[in-house]
């Protein structure tokens, strides 16, 4: 996978473009993915101190490229993680550190929470993990989504992406 964008340098609130090519291995422009949640890559983009999270979708383009426009809301590290899968092939998740120019806010300190449940406009998702979280330990995460109005189990909920709802852990 490669990666580039245009203008080279990107400048915090200027529109740039993201531009990702797949290539086998002799070199050839590779087109033929497979479409994963209605899309055929999935872009997370993911400030250093985890304050700014963006999950876009480049859109392919006549050369085989697939681009997306997005404005960087402030200078600073980012990292996009690339999410696609070619036809006949396994899942593939790829990584690239990049620098942004321009105002950097100041980093919000992050404060793990209490408990790993959250309310956000009325709804509430409790995750539970069956034991300590440890790194390098596989495990399920279990999630449990209620009206947070009256406590009873959410039911007929819209799909996004084409699955119920889904996440993203980094």
Request: charged letters at 30%; hydrophobic letters at 35%; glycine letters at 4%.
């Given at each position: 996978l490669e990666f580039k964008s245009e203008p080279k340098e990107m400048v915090a609130d200027s529109d740039t473009k993201l531009v990702f090519t797949i290539k086998n291995l002799q070199g050839?422009?590779?087109?033929?993915?497979?479409?994963?949640?209605?899309?055929?890559?999935?872009?997370?983009?993911?400030?250093?101190?985890?304050?700014?999270?963006?999950?876009?979708?480049?859109?392919?383009?006549?050369?085989?490229?697939?681009?997306?426009?997005f404005a960087f809301p402030t200078g600073g590290?980012?990292?996009?993680?690339?999410?696609?899968?070619?036809?006949?092939?396994?899942?593939s998740v790829r990584d690239f550190p990049?620098?942004?120019?321009?105002?950097?806010?100041?980093?919000?300190?992050?404060?793990?929470?209490?408990?790993?449940?959250?309310?956000?406009?009325g709804i509430k998702v409790l995750m539970e993990t069956g034991g300590n979280l440890e790194s390098n330990k596989e495990m399920t995460l279990s999630f449990r989504v209620f009206d947070a109005e009256n406590g009873e189990l959410a039911e007929g909920m819209e799909k996004y992406l084409g699955e119920t709802p889904h996440y993203v852990i980094i």
């Open positions: 050839e422009v590779y087109k033929d993915l497979e479409i994963i949640h209605e899309k055929p890559m999935h872009l997370i983009i993911v400030s250093e101190d985890l304050n700014e999270f963006y999950h876009l979708h480049p859109e392919p383009q006549s050369d085989g490229s697939l681009t997306v426009n590290k980012y990292r996009l993680y690339v999410d696609f899968t070619p036809k006949d092939a396994q899942q990049l620098q942004v120019s321009g105002g950097i806010n100041s980093a919000k300190k992050l404060i793990p929470d209490a408990k790993f449940e959250k309310t956000v406009e």
